[in-house]
């Protein structure tokens, strides 16, 4: 697969902009691929490697920094650009190119790993949220105890239990709303954590229909804001007013420095 037909499998994806979609020829230590919102191009060190389905993930993943850039109107790349709402935005086009016959998931092609993931599921993830829920039975036994006989909960889960209040209010969370533990411990917390029926039942469908912590988050718990479109122009356009006024603010400094300068320069002349 060539790199315009790798561009062209993206473009099937996401409806936006055009971007660039470019082989370095070459082998990297650091990273496999990159993408350049300043110029919407995304590089992949194919060389790096070992097969098709490396390929096409590595690009994906880069083309998921596009479709956020695109979304956000941001052309810099900062530090923090796996944010949620890329994870979600990468785990979205992840699925719909296994739906489309573009990528091919090996963890559930391959027959091994696809038992490894019922274990784990099963022996693991699923018995750990049964116990956390059996336990947040008994921990909310003893909140009524402590009720009934006037004593401090939080400061029998303090010096008693030796938890953290977070971790018992989540668990009375989680004995209130009644959580699956199928879904397993970890999203088991972030369903005890809304307050909307509607929002939790949603969740909990979203969690065991296979969807992502990343992807249920940003699309139901904590819904990322649609953000118009920016243009690079006006992105630009904005990053230049800020500068001006950063020199204009500089300059004032610069003033009053160069006057208590002039100002000390007479102090000894006299």
């Known amino acids: 697969m060539n790199q315009d037909q790798l ?7 996401a409806d936006v902009p055009p971007f660039t979609l470019v082989f370095s020829g070459k082998k990297s230590k650091k990273v ?13 060190h194919n060389k790096n490697m070992t097969g098709e389905s490396d390929l096409i993930y590595t690009a994906i ?8 850039s695109c979304q956000s109107g941001n052309i810099t790349l900062s530090n923090r650009c796996h ?13 719909r190119a296994e739906e489309t016959g573009i990528y091919n998931n090996p963890f559930k092609s391959d027959q091994t790993f696809i038992q490894l993931t019922r274990r784990i599921k ?7 949220g049964a116990i956390m829920k ?30 953290e209040k977070t971790t018992a209010n989540t668990l009375l969370r989680i004995e209130k709303y009644d959580v699956t533990p199928t879904i397993g411990y970890d999203n088991m917390k972030t369903v005890a954590a809304m307050k909307d029926d509607h929002k939790r039942e949603a969740a909990v469908q979203a969690f065991m229909e296979g969807e992502s912590s990343a992807s249920v988050k940003t699309s139901i718990v904590r819904p990322v804001a649609k953000v118009e479109k920016v243009s690079p122009v006006d992105h630009l356009e904005a ?27 007479n102090k000894i002349k006299e």
């Open 61 to 68: 993943h880069e083309f998921a920094h596009h479709v956020v």
């Open 134 to 163: 059996d336990f947040a039975k008994v921990l909310n036994e003893a909140r009524d105890m402590c009720i009934e006989r006037h004593l401090s909960f939080e400061d029998y889960v303090d010096r008693e239990l030796g938890m």
């Open 7 to 13: 561009a062209d499998k993206l473009r099937t994806l």
């Open 83 to 95: 944010t949620a709402q890329f994870w979600a935005t990468f785990h979205q086009l992840l699925k």
């Open 239 to 265: 990053e230049k007013l800020k500068i001006e006024k950063a020199i204009e603010s500089l300059q004032k400094k610069l003033q009053i420095v160069d006057k208590m300068i002039e100002n000390e320069k």
């Open 122 to 128: 099963e022996n693991f993830l699923k018995k750990n």
């Open 32 to 44: 496999d691929g990159l993408y350049k919102p300043a110029t919407q191009e995304i590089l992949i």
